[in-house]
């Protein structure tokens, strides 16, 4: 499974857009950029996900560099709900490798200040 | 829609006892999965299934059974539980082109 490099920690200002970073240089053709959060004492969500276009959803952006080794979780307007604990996962759904499963790495802490 | 329920939510035990964590789906998905994750770290994968009858294992799979006989459910079983074992335990379901659900977790203390 590729590797992806998120910094540990992150701060940023309540009502901010927040631009977190993941680098995936061993990316494949057949892998998907999954983002996914964690907020304290709960299970992840999903959050978003992409192949090579940026893609937007109620929750965030995701700006996908052209030649996919790097991607950033944009969020618009930070409130105090999101510091959580956001994943980049890199999904591989090509055959025989398209079993569900996700490998996570360490995640970026994001502080949300008031 | 319940989503992903794992029982129970919390449970001690002591070194050496089994137990049988239960997950259970309602969504369909033929992809679950079971994590464990442990103070401060990321979630790490223990074993997986891509359908009913198949199981494989993932990157800790030591001290852990599995077993899926029907889409809906994938029991964890601690065969002989060791103090090592004491984590949040995570439940996942998903399918193709379907983002994966996760549980609310177990906590899991081995004394």
């Known amino acids: 499974d590729a590797k992806t490099t998120q910094p540990n920690s992150m701060e940023s200002n309540e009502e901010e857009p927040v631009h977190l970073p993941c680098n995936h240089s061993?990316?494949?053709?057949?892998?998907?950029i999954h983002w996914y959060r964690q907020l304290p004492s709960q299970g992840p969500e999903y959050v978003i996900h992409?192949?090579?276009s940026n893609v937007n959803n109620r929750m965030a952006s995701l700006a996908i560099a052209e030649d996919r080794k790097s991607s950033t979780l944009i969020l618009h307007r930070a409130t105090l709900r999101d510091a959580a604990v956001y994943y980049c996962i890199l999904r591989d759904v090509g055959p025989p490798s398209n079993t569900g499963k996700l490998i996570f790495g360490q995640g970026t802490t994001l502080q949300v200040k008031p | 829609n319940a989503g992903v329920t794992q029982t129970p939510k919390f449970q001690v035990l002591k070194t050496g006892q089994s137990m049988t964590l239960q997950c259970a789906q309602d969504?369909?998905?033929?992809?679950m999965s079971w994590y464990r994750q442990d103070p401060g770290m990321g979630l790490r994968l223990i074993h997986y299934s891509v359908g009913a009858g198949i199981t494989d294992q993932g990157e800790v799979p030591n001290g852990y059974n599995v077993s899926r006989s029907t889409t809906e459910d994938f029991p964890l079983r601690l065969l002989s539980a060791a103090p090592s074992q004491t984590s949040v335990y995570f439940c996942a379901s998903s399918s193709v082109g379907v983002p994966q659900h996760f549980g609310d977790g177990t906590r899991l203390s081995i004394l």
């Open positions: 061993t990316i494949s053709g057949t892998d998907y």
């Open positions: 992409g192949l090579t």
């Open positions: 969504m369909n998905h033929e992809y």
